[in-house]
C-alpha cells in the first residue's frame, strides 16, 4: 500500500514551474515517478498551514519533519 499527498496548485503558481523544478524517483525500484521538489513541497505545506482547517494538524507535523533536514 502506498500514501501519497495530491496537492494542486494555487492559482498564482503554474504546474509548468513546479514541474519543471520537480524530480524523477523510482517507486519499488522501478517505476519512474515525478516528486514535487523540497523547497515548492515545503511551500505547499506552509499554504495549507495557513489557509487549510482540514487536516492542519498533519500538514503541520509534516513542515515541521521537513524543515528540521
Known amino acids: 500500500m502506498l500514501d501519497i499527498d495530491v496537492f494542486s496548485p494555487p ?3 503554474s504546474f509548468g514551474q513546479l514541474f519543471s523544478r ?5 517507486l519499488n525500484g522501478n517505476i519512474p515517478v515525478r516528486v514535487i521538489s ?4 515545503v511551500e505547499m505545506k506552509q499554504r495549507a498551514v495557513r489557509m487549510l482547517s482540514k487536516d492542519k494538524k498533519k500538514h503541520e507535523d509534516d513542515l515541521r ?3 528540521v533536514v
Not at 22 to 26: I, N, P, T, Y
Not at 38 to 41: A, C, E, I, K
Open 11 to 13: 492559482e498564482d503558481v
Open 22 to 26: 520537480s524530480e524523477c524517483a523510482l
Open 38 to 41: 523540497r523547497p515548492d513541497l
Open 65 to 67: 519533519c521537513l524543515e
